[in-house]
């Protein structure tokens, strides 16, 4: 019988956490699902856990490539054999919470207009030691806006349905270290992509992560990417130095200028009317967008202040026609953000 959930994960040389992950997914409280593991091209002990595995679970169907062709290829090739309609995203070295998939499934039940779902997930580190949570937006609209300054799904918590993944044709063969970056870009411009509030993952954070050994790669990616959808969608050219801008505002790397500044608003202002024709489907996703929006001209606006009050003054008040609420939405942000500074969240 056909399973209800294909779970596809990659794995290269994963003998540290390959067995915790399995054992996570193996107790799932949904049950009707198959797993493809891809082995790309593991020398350590990883085969033979994982043959362990598939002899004793007639679920864990394994494939292998004998060199390591990447995580997009590894993906791509395990999708190609998925047979359920529903897709599940999984890393070698996170940890699923039991009732991930069920959450999951449900929510698509329940929104046939939705593509794909994730959720928030909580770190751990290499050893297990709980961090903090991070969520994401939970709104379709703001997703998909928000993929404009950082990934707005944590890819090893999405599940996605496999007609849509298959729509888009998949994850690039050109992107190696922002391959999942990519692959949601592309799908939030064409299909509607959404977050759980609950925690449905434990995403270890440790030396191994792709952004730990290919950071500045992935970094470049992420970058090109941005300035690629801001052209094929929004219908603006922008350079790779923006793109960069507009993702620094997502982690408290700022322009530095005012004629910076002000290049990045006109840039947001001119994206804005795209999204909100293309994108925004109710008036949930409206409101979502344009306090967002705000709250990113209300944070120019303060980088502002100091040095061109008048620019500064000009942001605000656009920002406050978007949404009133964005000056509270604003504030909450730079609170939270200084509550970390001093490690106090």
């Not at 608003?265 to 293309?278: E, F, M, S």
Request: charge should be neutral; charged fraction near 25%; glycine fraction near 8%.
């Amino acid at each position: 019988m056909t399973p209800r959930v294909s779970i596809v994960m990659p794995v290269s040389n994963s003998e540290r956490f390959v067995s915790e992950t399995l054992d996570s997914l193996l107790g799932q409280t949904l049950t009707d699902f198959e797993c493809i593991v891809v082995d790309n091209g593991s020398t350590d002990r990883t085969p033979a856990i994982l043959a362990e595995y598939a002899a004793r679970d007639p679920r864990i169907k394994l494939l292998r490539n004998e060199q390591n062709l990447g995580p997009s290829a590894a993906r791509n090739a395990g999708c190609g054999v998925a047979r359920a309609s529903l897709i599940a995203v999984m890393d070698h070295d996170d940890i699923a919470l039991p009732d991930r998939l069920q959450k999951q499934v449900d929510y698509l039940d329940r929104h046939p207009e939705v593509a794909a779902v994730g959720g928030a997930v909580r770190i751990i580190d290499g050893t297990g030691n709980l961090g903090s949570i991070r969520s994401f937006p939970t709104v379709p609209g703001l997703a998909a806006w928000s993929m404009l300054f950082f990934s707005s799904m944590a890819h090893p918590t999405v599940l996605m349905r496999a007609d849509a993944f298959r729509a888009i044709g998949g994850y690039s063969p050109d992107i190696i270290a922002a391959d999942d970056y990519e692959l949601l870009m592309r799908m939030s411009c064409r299909a509607r992509l959404a977050n759980l509030p609950d925690v449905v993952l434990l995403y270890r954070w440790w030396g191994g992560n792709t952004t730990t050994v290919r950071g500045r790669e992935q970094e470049a990616e992420a970058n090109m990417i941005v300035q690629t959808n801001i052209r094929n969608f929004g219908g603006l050219d922008v350079s790779l130095d923006d793109a960069q801008a507009l993702r620094g505002l997502a982690r408290d790397d700022y322009p530095k200028g005012t004629e910076d500044v002000a290049r990045i608003a006109g840039i947001i202002d001119a994206l804005l009317p795209v999204y909100l024709q293309r994108v925004a489907r109710t008036a949930e996703d409206r409101r979502e967008i344009l306090r967002d929006a705000g709250m990113r001209f209300w944070m120019l606006g303060a980088l502002s202040g100091r040095e061109a009050p008048r620019l500064a003054a000009r942001l605000v008040a656009r920002a406050t026609r978007l949404s009133p609420q964005s000056g509270f939405a604003f504030a909450g942000r730079a609170g939270r953000r200084l509550l970390s500074n001093l490690g106090m969240a």
